[in-house]
């Protein structure tokens, strides 16, 4: 079926860089995506949203830009604190009460 | 305002035995939703409900069962349980169509 999956498993980065993970999606018909951030014992919390009919979206200090051409999802992560060590996973789904499906999930490493 | 609430945080589990995760949410969403997450495996729906007295089959659902008798409360119930269940149960909602789903801290299961 189809399915949404991330192109890396692991990112590691120094504390104030920018950080940026990726994810692949194949459904062309999804509108809405998500991007959940997980810390270790924790629920997914959700980070950030966009719909089809929008290129980019900011929040605080993230941004996540769709490429439905390509059909890419990124999440972008300024100046990315010890905090931001988690795991990030992308979702998509339709519109309604469709259900999500997950990607695998990034971890994002954080030094000091 | 609680959100969602899970019960029990963690519990180990004789095989054969039955066992009722509990999830409440307070925030009078209309759809909720049991996922299990497995390493490896990202997050996987089991069963879903859009709004009360009605649910609905996700991409996992045998072995489990879902009852929505009111608006606050979604159990997911193992009848029999087998060690292959042994994972993280995360139950969700959601306000209504086209919203965000909103995650509870988790049950740890672990079936012997």
């Known amino acids: 079926g189809e399915s949404v999956g991330l192109h890396l498993p692991t990112l590691s980065v120094q504390e104030g860089d920018n950080s940026i993970i990726n994810c692949a999606y194949s459904n062309s018909a999804s509108d809405y995506f998500i991007w959940y951030k997980q810390e270790s014992g924790k629920g997914p919390q959700f980070i950030i949203d966009?719909?089809?009919?929008?290129d980019k979206r900011q929040g605080q200090r993230v941004t996540v830009l769709l490429n439905k051409t390509v059909k890419h999802l990124s999440l972008q992560i300024a100046a990315t604190q010890p905090g931001d060590s988690a795991v990030y996973f992308c979702?998509?789904?339709?519109?309604?009460?469709?259900?999500?499906?997950f990607g695998k999930g990034t971890m994002l490493l954080v030094s000091p | 305002i609680a959100g969602i609430t899970q019960a029990p945080t963690s519990q180990i589990l004789a095989a054969g035995r039955r066992m009722t995760l509990r999830c409440t949410q307070d925030m009078r969403h209309n759809a909720m939703y049991w996922y299990r997450q497995d390493l490896g495996l990202g997050l996987r729906l089991i069963h879903y409900s859009n709004t009360a007295g009605t649910t609905g089959k996700g991409e996992v659902p045998d072995g489990y069962s879902v009852s929505r008798a009111n608006t606050d409360d979604f159990p997911l119930t193992l009848a029999s349980a087998v060690p292959s269940q042994t994972s993280v149960y995360f139950c969700?909602?959601?306000?209504?169509?086209?919203?965000?789903?909103?995650f509870g801290p988790g049950t740890r299961l672990t079936v012997l």
């Open positions: 969700a909602s959601k306000p209504g169509a086209n919203d965000t789903q909103y």
């Open positions: 966009i719909r089809s009919n929008m």
């Open positions: 979702a998509e789904a339709g519109g309604g009460y469709s259900t999500l499906t």
